[in-house]
C-alpha cells in the first residue's frame, strides 16, 4: 500500500462542473502539496498546507490532520483546467516528498 | 513562467551514450533535487542537494552521476543507460530542505535510451 493514496484515478467532468479530488496518506506530516501537471511534463505548486484551508482563485484545498485526509476542490472548472493533480507530503526535517501517483483530470467545453 | 529552467528539453541516446542534464535555478534557493517520473509511476526522488553538499542518493544506479558546482545549477551525468531509464527528468529547487518547504520544479528533460 503506498503511503499516499490519491482517488478517484482518473476524472471526466463537464465544464462548469465543481470537482473533488481526494488524498489520503499513511504517515505523520510536516506538510502536504498540491501539485499540477500539464501534458509536456511541467510542474506547479498549487498549495502547501499543514492545517486547515487554502484558496487561490477557483482552487481551494482543505486537509485533515486527523483524519489523514486532504481536497482539493475546484470551482467553476474549466478546460484549462485539465491537467495531472499529484499530492504529496512531507515528513518533517527529512527533505523527501513522497508523492501520490496523480489524477487525471479532463473537463470538457 | 518557472524559475528554474531545464535543458535539453528532449534527449534521445543510444546505450552507449554519454550525455549531460542540466538544471539552473534563478530564486536563490539554496536546495535542489533530481526526480525520476516514469509512466504511470509516482515520482521518484533520485539526488537531493543542500547549499551543494549531496544531502541524499536515493538508491540511484551509478550511471546516474550528479554533479552541484553552486546552489543555483545541477547537472545529471548519463552514461551506459538501460531502456528502462526512459523517463522524464525533473528538476527542483527549494529554500530548505524541510517536508514543509514548497519545491518549484523545472519542465523536465524527456530522456528516450534506445
Known amino acids: 500500500k503506498n503511503e499516499v493514496e490519491q482517488s478517484p484515478q482518473n476524472l471526466t467532468a463537464q465544464e462548469g462542473e465543481f470537482i473533488t479530488i481526494n488524498c489520503s496518506y499513511s504517515?505523520?506530516?510536516?506538510?502536504l502539496h498540491w501539485l499540477q501537471q500539464h501534458p509536456g511534463g511541467g510542474i506547479v505548486s498549487l498549495f502547501m498546507?499543514?492545517?486547515g484551508k487554502k484558496k487561490h482563485g477557483r482552487l481551494i484545498a482543505t486537509i485533515n490532520i486527523q483524519e489523514k485526509h486532504s481536497s482539493l476542490h475546484i470551482t467553476a472548472s474549466h478546460p484549462r483546467d485539465s491537467a495531472v493533480y499529484i499530492c504529496?507530503?512531507?515528513?518533517?526535517?527529512?527533505?523527501?516528498?513522497?508523492f501520490g501517483k496523480g489524477i487525471t483530470l479532463s473537463v470538457r467545453p | 513562467e518557472t524559475g528554474v529552467t531545464q535543458t535539453p528539453r528532449h534527449l534521445v541516446m543510444g546505450m552507449t551514450n554519454k550525455k549531460s542534464l542540466k538544471c539552473e535555478q534563478h530564486?536563490?534557493?539554496?536546495?535542489m533535487y533530481w526526480y525520476k517520473q516514469s509512466a504511470k509511476k509516482p515520482l521518484e526522488l533520485m539526488f537531493v542537494?543542500?547549499?551543494?553538499?549531496?544531502?541524499e542518493n536515493n538508491s540511484v544506479p551509478s550511471r546516474f552521476s550528479p554533479e552541484c558546482p553552486n546552489s543555483s545549477h545541477l547537472f545529471l551525468h548519463l552514461h551506459t543507460l538501460q531502456p528502462e531509464d526512459s523517463a522524464l527528468y525533473l528538476c527542483?529547487?527549494?529554500?530548505?530542505?524541510?517536508?514543509?518547504?514548497?519545491?518549484?520544479f523545472g519542465p523536465g528533460t524527456r530522456l528516450t535510451v534506445l
Open positions: 504529496a507530503v512531507g515528513t518533517g526535517a527529512n527533505s523527501k516528498l513522497t
Open positions: 530564486l536563490g534557493h539554496n536546495a
Open positions: 498546507l499543514s492545517s
Open positions: 542537494y543542500n547549499f551543494k553538499e549531496q544531502t
Open positions: 527542483a529547487s527549494s529554500q530548505g530542505t524541510s517536508g514543509n518547504n514548497e519545491q518549484f
Open positions: 504517515v505523520g506530516i510536516s506538510a
